[in-house]
């Protein structure tokens, strides 16, 4: 799997997770789903995502890497 890829995933299970946790335990936790959204954001017009750094730690690499077969 991709950085690209892992990122998306991990996105995804954070909102799901916050929905869940808003609903089930306290509503302040819909902040937890803004700061997703927002990191999401910024990500988009910056290039800086801090899930990619730890993610590149772990192993994972980009798209361009997996396709040059790195």
């Known amino acids: 799997m991709s950085t690209e890829r892992a990122i998306m995933a991990f ?3 954070m909102i799901l997770l916050s929905l869940a946790l ?3 335990v306290n509503h302040n936790f819909v902040w937890l789903t803004a ?14 995502c801090p899930a990619a750094i730890v993610l590149r730690k ?3 690499k980009s798209e361009a890497q997996l396709a040059r077969n790195e």
């Open 35 to 48: 700061f997703v959204g927002a990191n999401l954001l910024q990500s988009a017009y910056t290039g800086f």
């Open 11 to 13: 996105a995804g299970v």
């Open 58 to 60: 772990l192993g994972f």
């Open 22 to 24: 808003t609903l089930w």
